[in-house]
C-alpha cells in the first residue's frame, strides 16, 4: 500500500493550494480519509477528515471555513482545497487512510504518507 501526496508549495498569504493522496495497493473506498499535519518543532496535528458512507466531514478549528476536504472513490484519491492560507499554516501535511469510523485520532488510520511541504510566506 502507497500514499503519494502532491501539491504542496510556497504561496503567500491569502493564497490557494490544493494538495492529492493517492492511494495504491488497495481500494479505500469503505474507509474514512484524512489530513494531518506537522509544522517544525511542534506535534501532528489533524487537519480534516472525510467519511467513506456519506462524505460526512470533520476539521480542525484552525482550518474550519478555509480548508474542505473531498474525496474520488474511483480514483482512491483525496483531496484537501486550502483556502485564505496563513503563515500558521505552514507545515508538512500528511494524508491518512485506513480508519473504519470518521476520526481525528491519527493512530485511527493505518496508512500514512511520507507528506508534501506546505509553506505560506507573510
Known amino acids: 500500500v502507497q500514499l503519494v501526496e502532491s501539491g504542496g508549495g510556497l504561496v503567500a498569504a491569502g493564497g490557494s493550494l490544493r494538495l492529492s493522496c493517492a492511494a495504491s495497493?488497495?481500494?479505500?473506498?469503505?474507509?474514512?480519509m484524512g489530513w494531518f499535519r506537522q509544522a517544525p518543532g511542534k506535534e501532528r496535528e489533524f487537519v480534516a477528515a472525510?467519511?467513506?458512507?456519506?462524505?460526512?466531514?470533520k476539521y480542525a478549528d484552525s482550518v474550519k471555513g478555509r480548508f474542505t476536504i473531498s474525496r474520488d472513490n474511483a480514483k482512491n484519491t483525496v483531496y484537501l482545497q486550502m483556502e485564505r492560507l496563513k503563515p500558521e499554516d505552514t507545515a508538512l501535511y500528511y494524508c491518512g487512510a485506513g480508519a473504519v469510523v470518521l476520526t481525528t485520532d491519527e493512530y485511527e488510520y493505518d496508512y500514512r504518507g511520507q507528506g508534501t511541504q506546505v509553506t505560506v510566506s507573510s
Open positions: 495497493g488497495r481500494s479505500f473506498s469503505r474507509y474514512a
Open positions: 472525510i467519511n467513506w458512507s456519506d462524505d460526512s466531514t
